[in-house]
Structure formats: structure tokens, C-alpha cells
């Protein structure tokens, strides 16, 4: 089995800044794309960033030029520093990786269980 487990969550004023984590344990061969997605109150779940195994990187409109995604493959870590943070912003953010347990399989899509940012105006 594959487990997430996000970090870094947090209450922050407008402007300010935060990086979250998530680490990836378990049975893991390789790691394909990992992202970040977040869920607001009453809206569908939205991709925010996105970095492929070459690193090529994927960011949502609303934060491009604000948050920057990378990864750390000898960690099976992703990190998302999170700048200029607006109330917008507030949203559970979850991790997605797309794991490979053997050397032969395509890959499976893991979720962490999300953490809370909550952006004050």
C-alpha cells in the first residue's frame, strides 16, 4: 500500500505565505506526476499545480506568478510554496501522486487526506 500524508496547512492573513508538504510511503517503485489540488466550501475539487516526472510544471490561472510547485524524487515528496495569498486561496489542499509499485505498471492515482489553508481578509 501507498500512503500520503500532507503538511503545512495553516490560518494566515492576506500577503502571506506558506509551504505545504506531502511525503509518499509504502510500497513505491516510482513516482509519475504529482499535483496539488484544492476543495472550497460548496465548489468542485480544482487542480492547482501539477509537476511531471522531467519536472515540466502545470499551474491553475488563479496562481500562476504566486505558488510554485516541486518535487523531491530521493523524498517522494511534492511542496507547494504558496506566496501573496488571497481569502480566495482558502480551500482543503490535497496531494496527488501517480505511483508505480513495480517496475511493469502504468501507474495508480494516490490522495492524502488534505490540509486546511484559510487565507483572513
Known amino acids: 500500500q501507498v500512503q500520503l500524508v500532507e503538511s503545512g496547512g495553516d490560518l494566515v492573513q492576506t500577503g502571506g505565505s506558506l509551504r505545504l508538504s506531502c511525503a509518499a510511503s509504502?510500497?513505491?517503485?516510482?513516482?509519475?506526476?504529482m499535483g496539488w489540488y484544492r476543495q472550497a466550501p460548496g465548489k468542485q475539487r480544482e487542480l492547482v499545480a501539477s509537476?511531471?516526472?522531467?519536472?515540466?510544471?502545470n499551474y491553475a490561472e488563479s496562481v500562476k506568478g504566486r505558488f510554485t510547485i516541486s518535487r523531491d524524487n530521493a523524498k517522494n515528496t511534492v511542496y507547494l510554496q504558496m506566496d501573496s495569498l488571497k481569502p480566495e486561496d482558502t480551500a482543503v489542499y490535497l496531494c496527488n501522486m501517480n505511483v508505480r509499485q513495480r517496475p511493469w505498471d502504468s501507474g495508480a492515482d494516490y490522495w492524502g487526506q488534505g490540509t486546511q489553508v484559510t487565507v483572513s481578509s
Open positions: 509504502g510500497n513505491i517503485f516510482g513516482i509519475n506526476a
Open positions: 509537476i511531471a516526472t522531467g519536472g515540466r510544471r
